[in-house]
């Protein structure tokens, strides 16, 4: 029953897939999910098979996208900003961290860089971006180290490395943790050197918006084994290790005797498991990764080329850099000073004309509400993040954007200023 079922299936979805064509919409969408009958067979494939929960599909999804990161494991959670959470309690359960050690991250980044650091007691240290990359700067990293700095938590924002050399060279050197948080920047590179592969561990998201997806999902990726299996354990309620469990299948302790390891609990955890459902998907969609991330790039220089051309006297983007792999989860666009219109009024305009738009992530952490009263420490004025909190905003390059739309943004743009 299922082979017949399944047989039909396939032959119906490819009815489907070979009538559907792209519409070149005059709609510019932030961000639009890319995918085919790859996909639509493996999900289909796996949900009549009754093969839902993690297993098989996430294994080899782990084992897929941490061999093309250049890392030994790949840990899969249910959201990137799971990953986070779970990396760094692994970090500080490993490490014997204490409460209120520092973790020094950019001001201008997304919430949950800085949350799960307040989450598990350690205490977010806010320094300032560079302008040219919207990354973290490694001037102001220097100035925030103290005696309780334990961690440099750098993102690649928007798809650009982050300064990963100095970063590691100044790790060294103070003897600190390295935690890359690569949410927005699958297939970025440095020097050939994948984002994700410099630090102790890393974390990627695949929320449907970004340069590949699993819907919602998240991957931590290291080369330590022992880091590993903790994020492991927590992943999946802080249970004992669940490898080669076969071998021996029974837990004895002070208290409890012969008892099952499937069953057993060696310390608080989570449960932030992703489905073999998401995985099939994450499969097909690292496949595509490359073709997806040159679109963008293509995408990126075309619509650079032209705001240089037309635009750069109101608007400047960010810079690439010799030997950088910028992979443009979206592409920036910072108002300059002394232009005589608001981001609201211009962004209001936009999606007017169809020309969907968003704020620099959280802007400026510190400055949101949520934050204000939170642990955290500020280095210095954070000029330039409030900079980006106040006149960047960002459109979207993602594989479905055409040249026709870029250049009707452009268009738009001009119409506005004019």
């Not at 290790?241 to 310390?267: A, H, L, P």
């Not at 010799?322 to 232009?339: A, D, G, H, R, S």
């Amino acid at each position: 029953m299922y082979v017949n079922f399944s047989k039909n299936l396939e032959k119906n979805l490819k009815k489907y897939y070979k009538k559907k064509e792209l519409i070149n919409s005059k709609y510019l969408k932030l961000s639009e999910p890319i995918y085919d009958i790859n996909e639509a067979k493996k999900i289909f494939s796996n949900f009549l098979k009754g093969k839902l929960s993690q297993g098989d599909n996430v294994k080899n999804f782990e084992k897929n996208f941490s061999k093309i990161n250049n890392c030994k494991y790949g840990i899969a959670t249910n959201s990137g900003s799971s990953a986070n959470l779970i990396a760094l309690t692994a970090i500080k359960n490993i490490f014997n961290l204490n409460n209120n050690d520092e973790v020094i991250i950019p001001a201008s980044t997304f919430a949950t860089v800085a949350m799960p650091i307040i989450q598990i007691g350690l205490k977010p240290v806010y320094v300032d971006v560079d302008l040219k990359t919207l990354n973290i700067s490694v001037d102001e990293i220097k100035k925030a180290i103290s005696k309780k700095t334990k961690i440099i938590m750098p993102v690649h924002t928007l798809g650009m490395p982050s300064n990963m050399p100095e970063i590691i060279k100044l790790a060294k050197k103070k003897k600190l943790l390295v935690f890359e948080d690569c949410c927005e920047s699958h297939g970025a590179s440095i020097d050939g050197k994948p984002v994700g592969s410099w630090g102790l561990l890393s974390a990627f998201s695949f929320f449907v918006a970004h340069n590949i997806t699993t819907i919602e999902g998240g991957m931590i990726l290291t080369n330590n084994k022992k880091i590993y299996k903790e994020c492991r354990s927590l992943r999946e309620f802080g249970r004992i290790d669940q490898e080669n469990i076969g071998k021996n299948r029974y837990y004895s302790d002070k208290y409890i005797k012969d008892y099952d390891k499937r069953y057993v609990f060696t310390k608080i955890g989570y449960n932030m498991r992703m489905t073999d459902l998401q995985a099939a998907l994450g499969i097909e969609q690292t496949k595509k990764m490359k073709k997806f991330n040159l679109k963008r790039i293509k995408n990126a220089n075309f619509l650079k080329k032209l705001i240089v051309k037309d635009l750069s006297k109101y608007f400047f983007t960010t810079e690439n850099q010799k030997k950088y792999v910028n992979t443009y989860y979206t592409f920036p666009l910072i108002i300059k000073e002394k232009i005589n219109f608001s981001r609201k009024k211009i962004c209001n305009f936009l999606e007017k004309n169809f020309i969907e738009t968003r704020p620099m992530m959280g802007g400026c952490l510190p400055d949101q509400p949520a934050f204000q009263n939170s642990p955290g420490k500020i280095i210095g004025k954070l000029k330039n993040s409030r900079i980006i909190r106040d006149r960047c905003f960002f459109v979207g390059i993602h594989p479905n954007v055409n040249q026709n739309q870029l250049i009707n943004l452009v268009k738009k743009l001009k119409k506005f200023l004019n």
